[in-house]
């Protein structure tokens, strides 16, 4: 009884993860370029009891979050009409320099501006930093904006970058090294609309929400089994 007290926690505690996660992908809905997360499950140590005859019984100890993905599924593409807003058609993501760390992250967002240094202008993103060119520097619209000018980069494996929150990806041992991506293409005067899908997530919060009941169910008989076979000694 207390194994079953224990794997039905288990099993609460993953699905209230899923939950966590379906929410932040909901609270995300209009944020532009964003990819939604997926969570995966795994089954916790199996053990095997002797169920008698010489027959070996698997008894599970509950479940756990295994991994919380990132689904790249491309976004709808939204005309806006704005020269410097861009989307990429295609796998890959915009470099941004970041002004503080100087750090390079990956993003989907294109939403654009020009920042005014000097007698020098750059491209930057939303929050002023660097929009990196085809030369992994940043762009330099001095001499005028070209959006041909703009560089898109794709990895080995993207399912390895690191989420950082706030729309931006980090390269990671498993993603590989960034690399020019020649065959997405670049839209301008497009943005890139979330790809979190409202339907999907609905169904995934009713599927997650009765799995935590059912896990919450089993818990509370599990608890009432033990307060009887205690009354019982």
Avoid: W
């Avoid at 320099?97 to 939303?126: A, P």
């Avoid at 001095?142 to 794709?154: L, M, R, V, W």
């Avoid at 497009?190 to 599927?207: G, H, N």
């Amino acid at each position: 009884m207390i194994r079953g007290f224990y794997a039905a926690k288990t099993g609460m505690i993953a699905q209230q993860n899923a939950l966590n996660t379906i929410g932040n992908n909901v609270a995300n809905i209009n944020t532009l370029g964003f990819k939604p997360q997926v969570t995966a499950f795994a089954s916790l140590l199996y053990e095997n009891i002797d169920g008698g005859a010489g027959t070996q019984i698997s008894t599970g100890h509950g479940a756990k979050v295994q991994k919380v993905g990132i689904d790249f599924t491309q976004g709808e593409l939204e005309p806006t009409r704005r020269e410097l807003d861009c989307a990429i058609d295609g796998d890959g993501f915009f470099g941004v320099l970041n002004r503080e760390t100087n750090l390079t992250t990956y993003t989907r967002d294109g939403v654009f501006h020009i920042s005014v240094e000097g007698d020098q202008k750059f491209l930057v993103d939303v929050v002023g930093n660097y929009v990196l060119g085809k030369d992994r520097n940043p762009l330099n619209v001095t001499a005028g904006y070209d959006s041909e000018q703009i560089g898109i980069f794709s990895f080995p494996n993207a399912y390895g970058l690191e989420l950082l929150g706030s729309n931006q990806f980090a390269q990671t041992n498993r993603s590989g090294q960034p690399q020019i991506d020649n065959v997405s293409i670049l839209r301008p005067g497009y943005l890139e609309s979330s790809a979190t899908d409202s339907a999907t997530e609905m169904v995934k919060v009713l599927e997650a929400n009765s799995a935590f009941s059912f896990n919450s169910r089993i818990l509370q008989s599990t608890d009432e089994m033990e307060k009887t076979v205690n009354q019982l000694r």
